[in-house]
């Protein structure tokens, strides 16, 4: 069997069993959709997940005269109605009206998906119900936003390019340092493929470790929570408030840190500065080729490209860039280069540089709905990066040199590696 169909069946046993849910889909669904289906040529928008992150990109979105949130799908009663009610709040006041009830709330959002007035969707929820939502929008023609990291295993990833191109709409993954932060990681892209320090001989991401099981005490789930939808495709377990606050939280949730959920702070904040590694390396559609990983601890695995470039999880800042005539060094508060002559230098005309795509992330996603380009952080980009995440926490758990082909996406010669690409979903999410 070819290694594509053999990820595609994997993941096929680790979706979701949400096509039962009745789709009609119409070929011409999305004939609307350059203008927007919504008042006054609006792209209407529904929410998936509306925790600490789904919350600020509604926030976002409530200002922005382009788009018209119409509805919201989360699990959490208390969060699902602060939200709606945000909606209403906002939209009257835009309005000069007393009252506006506008904004549709679900508790399934596959629901959300069978709208025909939604033409696109951002995702906000935690990582494990990443995939199956984009999946299932993909083929509801719906446009997508989704936070990253994109997927929890390599299989989803690819199921998830696959959904995409296959229904031809444009997904953007949440990797806003490609936009956003001052521009200092636009900036150090920029100077590196410029060749301001040389040949590029290492890079070090300064992130947190791998996942570990869950190991979190069982407590009572209280009302207003479905907690058996928010544990959806993962091994069942008793709630506990860790991974699900009770209330609205302005914190980030510890299910980052467990293997059944996220991928830890590797791949909490390594999807965002492996992004920026892999995109000044021109890597965002391929990836190392070895991986090294130590015999013991949480840092210091080692990845290997096929050009000979290493790159190391751990350093002294977020991305640190060392080549042949300098070193560049970048993080979410400036950008510094050794010696500093490189920096100070501006680039020419005949230098390299990136297309302009703005300074407002969910913007560039709005402007690529209407003209039907592919984003700066487009899914195939997400899903490599999120990749070099899982590839750095299968080294880890393994703890022994695996040799990796991005092209064909699978490890040479290492069943055991080959498993870890993909994981058996909890039913009935094991379908798709």
């Not at 939604?118 to 446009?143: E, G, N, S």
């Not at 636009?186 to 190991?215: F, L, N, S």
């Amino acid at each position: 069997m070819s290694t594509r169909k053999m990820q595609r069946r994997q993941f096929l046993g680790t979706a979701a069993a949400g096509l039962a849910a009745p789709f009609i889909l119409d070929s011409h669904i999305r004939a609307q959709e350059r203008q927007g289906s919504g008042p006054n040529g609006r792209i209407n928008i529904g929410f998936i997940g509306v925790g600490i992150m789904g919350r600020g990109h509604l926030q976002g979105l409530l200002g922005n005269r382009a788009v018209q949130v119409v509805a919201v799908a989360e699990v959490h009663r208390g969060r699902r109605d602060d939200a709606v009610e945000r909606v209403h709040r906002a939209y009257a006041t835009e309005r000069k009206a007393g009252t506006y009830r506008g904004c549709t709330a679900f508790i399934d959002f596959r629901e959300l998906l069978a709208r025909r007035e939604i033409d696109a969707v951002l995702i906000a929820t935690p990582d494990h119900w990443h995939a199956i939502p984009a999946i299932l929008a993909a083929r509801a023609r719906k446009d997508i936003y989704c936070e990253k990291p994109l997927s929890l295993t390599i299989a989803e990833s690819r199921a998830m390019i696959t959904a995409a191109r296959d229904n031809n709409i444009v997904f953007q993954t949440g990797s806003q340092q490609r936009t956003e932060f001052g521009g200092h990681f636009r900036k150090a892209v920029e100077y590196v493929r410029a060749g301001r320090i040389g040949q590029v001989r290492t890079v070090r991401v300064g992130v947190g470790g791998p996942p570990r099981p869950c190991d979190l005490a069982n407590e009572a789930t209280p009302d207003g929570i479905d907690w058996d939808r928010w544990n959806g495709p993962s091994p069942a377990r008793a709630f506990n408030a860790v991974l699900c606050p009770t209330g609205i939280h302005n914190h980030f949730p510890a299910w980052r840190n467990y293997r059944e959920y996220a991928g830890g702070g590797l791949a909490d904040m390594g999807a965002h500065h492996f992004d920026i590694a892999q995109w000044a390396l021109n890597m965002d559609t391929s990836g190392p080729t070895e991986i090294h990983p130590p015999e013991r601890g949480d840092t210091g695995l080692r990845f290997v490209y096929a050009n000979g470039i290493q790159m190391f999880h751990g350093g002294p800042t977020d991305c640190v860039f060392e080549g042949a005539d300098g070193t560049i060094r970048v993080h979410r508060g400036g950008i510094s280069s050794t010696p500093a002559t490189i920096l100070q230098t501006p680039l020419g005309e005949r230098d390299f540089h990136l297309p302009n795509v703005g300074n407002n992330h969910k913007q560039n996603w709005l402007d690529c709905i209407r003209t039907r380009r592919r984003p700066v952080a487009d899914v195939e980009i997400g899903a490599k990066t999120a990749q070099v995440c899982q590839l750095a926490a299968i080294g880890y758990q393994l703890r022994r040199r695996l040799n990796w082909d991005p092209a064909r996406e699978e490890f040479a010669d290492n069943a055991e590696a080959n498993r870890l690409r993909s994981r058996e979903n909890r039913a009935p999410w094991n379908r798709i």
